[in-house]
């Protein structure tokens, strides 16, 4: 289990259907819940942070 940062840029499994190529997601909130906001086309997503925590690759970088 990682500790995430508010900004980081993170790479999800899946891509988002905005894009076939969007996996860049920006976190903007870290909790109990995880939001997180397409890099692409700014959809913003909340889910458990076990959820994302199976779902996430890799952090990419900061914004």
């Known amino acids: 289990m990682e500790n995430y940062k508010v900004g980081s840029i ?3 499994k899946k891509p988002h259907p905005c894009s ?4 860049n997601w920006e976190i903007i909130e870290v ?4 939001r997180i906001k397409c890099c ?5 997503l ?3 942070r076990y ?3 199976i779902k ?3 952090i990419v970088g900061e914004k």
């Open 10 to 12: 993170v790479e999800m």
């Open 31 to 34: 909790g109990a819940d995880v």
């Open 40 to 44: 692409h086309c700014g959809h913003i």
């Open 51 to 53: 959820d994302f925590d």
């Open 20 to 23: 076939p190529t969007s996996k």
């Open 46 to 48: 909340q889910m458990k």
């Open 56 to 58: 996430i690759v890799k």
